[in-house]
C-alpha cells in the first residue's frame, strides 16, 4: 500500500514540533500570540510565530482584530475538524504515556 501524498503533507502540517500545542491551546478558543506562548514551555517567540504563519497557509488557524485592535488567532473550520483528532491522541497519551 502507498501513502497517500495528501495524508502526508496533512500529518507533516500539525506532525510539527510546536504546531500540534498551538493548536490544542487554541482549541479552547481564540487566544492571542503571548497567551499561545505563556501556555507552551519552551516555545520561543520566534518558532511560535513560524508555526502561527504555516498553520494559517494550511488554512488551519487564521489572525483576526479585535474590536480594540489586539490580534488574536482562532481556528478554522478546517482547524476545528482537528478536535477528535486531538481528544484521540490525549486518549492515546493517558494510556500508553
Not at 495528501?6 to 479552547?28: C, F, K, N
Not at 507552551?40 to 504555516?54: I, K, M
Request: proline share 2%.
Amino acid at each position: 500500500m502507498h501513502v497517500c501524498v495528501r495524508y502526508q503533507r496533512a500529518a507533516e502540517v500539525i506532525g510539527r514540533r510546536w504546531s500540534a500545542a498551538v493548536i490544542r491551546v487554541t482549541l479552547d478558543g481564540p487566544a492571542r500570540f503571548t497567551h499561545i506562548q505563556e501556555r507552551v514551555d519552551g516555545l520561543s517567540a520566534r518558532l511560535l510565530a513560524e508555526r502561527l504563519r504555516e498553520l494559517e497557509g494550511a488554512g488551519i488557524m487564521e489572525r483576526v482584530r479585535r474590536p480594540d485592535g489586539a490580534a488574536e488567532y482562532r481556528l478554522t473550520r478546517k482547524g476545528r475538524a482537528l478536535t477528535r483528532v486531538v481528544a484521540e491522541i490525549e486518549a492515546w497519551v493517558d494510556a500508553w504515556e
